[in-house]
């Protein structure tokens, strides 16, 4: 006897309850009862929360919770061709992508990408100890013949990195623009930000196949977006009042005060934003070896997989130095930004 079904007696629900309905394997759960023999002594202490499976033991026609998570993935699967066919074009540029920048950065000689990205280092950051601090770093993974990998994973970075800034600037200032807009967004972020990051996987894995690199792209995006969202809607709300009102006082358009007066002011946050952005790429990166993602996480993933401590160990280093060599290097460009904004 199930511990609710006295619940269902009094509520005249037993003949629903008792009608025939398809016979499913016997759960887990259930089997452990029943090995568990006629214990039915019942208690207070011993109530069982009214879950989907308990209630399931009184009445029949109440679904399992296997049967829920059974009807998910049904529901999914059943949608799955058209998102294909919608997602799979508009999605293709991104596998393009992906795969140029992994060609160049890793067919380019060393002699010439690794002056580039010192050189690049320079002019976002124009300082010194953090240009040095780029070389050496480069120089000490190509001397622990790690340079490769790091420069796979960079390439991802970069692709991801610059289509979170392409797509989450504009949508920032929108949101900036529109508190309606606001409010329909904000639910959508705090539930990126707050996904297991192996949840973004499980559903692209059905869409897209494992060999595919807009797979691991998209997920990489989808992580990273959000805090260049927000602090982009951030910064432009923040913009001094009065700036803007002597702004409309000129005779300023809406595009002109856009370009002339609030991003420039919010360039701050914005490029706070930017920062975080390429730190949660990085930090996805290494998730996204196990969907084929090329780079320092794949070593990452042989460690732990064969056991093999330094393999594991040496790769993480490499991905610590390389998060600390973009987030010198961008918040360097940071500072840059505020000192020219406070000289004028």
């Known amino acids: 006897m199930a511990y609710y079904d006295g619940l269902f007696d ?22 452990l009862g029943q090995l568990g023999g006629g214990d039915t002594e019942q208690t207070i202490a011993r109530i069982p929360f009214p879950s989907l499976d308990t209630l399931h033991d009184s009445c029949a026609q ?11 993935e049904n529901t999914f699967l059943a949608a799955r061709e058209s998102l294909k066919l919608v997602l799979d074009p508009i999605t293709q540029p991104l596998s393009w992508m992906l795969d140029g920048a ?10 010439i990408i690794v002056p580039l990205l010192v ?26 013949d790690h340079l490769d990998v790091a ?13 979170s800034v392409a797509l989450g600037v504009p949508i920032g200032i929108a949101m900036s623009r529109s508190n309606t807009l606001q409010r329909m967004i904000v639910p959508i972020l705090d539930l990126l930000q707050t996904l297991p ?8 894995i059905f869409l897209f196949s494992v060999t595919e690199s807009k797979l691991y792209g998209i997920a990489i995006i989808l992580y990273a977006i959000v805090p260049v969202i927000r602090l982009t809607d951030l910064g432009i709300r923040l913009v001094d009042p009065d700036v803007i009102e002597a702004a409309d006082a000129f005779g300023m358009t809406k595009r002109q005060k856009l370009w002339g007066v609030q991003l420039p002011l919010a360039l701050p946050n914005i490029m706070a934003g930017v920062n975080q952005t390429i730190m949660m790429s990085l930090a996805m990166v290494v998730i996204a070896s196990l969907v084929s993602a090329p780079g320092l996480g794949v070593l990452v993933l ?12 040496v790769a993480g280093f490499g991905i610590v130095l390389l998060a600390v060599i973009l987030d010198r290097a961008s918040k360097a460009a940071l500072g840059r ?8």
């Open 10 to 31: 009094r509520l005249g629900l037993r003949d629903w309850c008792d009608q025939s309905v398809e016979t499913a394997p016997t759960s887990m759960q259930a089997l």
């Open 62 to 72: 109440i679904p399992q919770t296997r049967d829920m998570t059974a009807g998910v």
């Open 102 to 111: 992994l060609w160049l950065f890793t067919t380019t000689p060393w002699f």
């Open 119 to 144: 050189a690049l280092t320079w002019y976002v950051a124009r300082s010194i100890g953090v240009t040095l601090f780029v070389a050496v770093s480069f120089l000490f993974l190509g001397f622990i």
């Open 151 to 163: 420069l796979e994973t960079l390439s991802i970075i970069f692709v991801c990195t610059g289509l």
């Open 197 to 204: 990051t192996f949840v973004y996987l499980i559903p692209l």
């Open 302 to 313: 042989r460690g732990i997989r064969n056991l093999e401590l330094g393999v594991g160990i």
């Open 337 to 344: 930004i505020d000192k020219n904004k406070n000289a004028h």
